[in-house]
């Protein structure tokens, strides 16, 4: 069985190496990510809006995008709650769960960016 912690490690190492890639500075902090995230959960909302409108993505599909989008946000926000409370843990492993579902997202998406 693989701990809770390890879970998640292969979606950190993507995400620092497609940071790399672009030249930007991964982020490092709890906050730092937090904020990412947050910006991640914000792309989508519009991707899934330009998706909708282009004929990409019915808005069936939009609607259910749009509640795990936003389910998503609830966590980090519950995120941000632990980490507030200085529960570290919980805050990261929260962290870590929206970051996870907000890539599940992000890639669903782009498979309907291009007509797919």
């Not at 390890?6 to 930007?24: F, N």
């Not at 946000?73 to 769960?97: E, I, Q, R």
């Amino acid at each position: 069985m693989i701990r809770p912690r390890l879970a998640y490690l292969p979606l950190l190492l993507l995400i620092a190496t497609a940071c790399a890639q672009l030249g930007i500075a991964p982020a490092q902090t709890f906050n730092q990510k937090l904020a990412y995230a947050i910006g991640v959960h914000t792309a989508i909302l519009q991707a899934t809006t330009n998706s909708v409108t282009s004929g990409n993505l019915s808005s069936s599909d939009a609607t259910a995008v749009l509640k795990q989008a936003d389910t998503a946000k609830t966590v980090l926000d519950a995120a941000a709650a632990a980490n507030a409370a200085g529960d570290l843990t919980g805050a990261n492993n929260k962290l870590a769960l929206a970051t996870a579902t907000l890539t599940a997202i992000q890639s669903y998406l782009n498979t309907h960016t291009t007509g797919h």
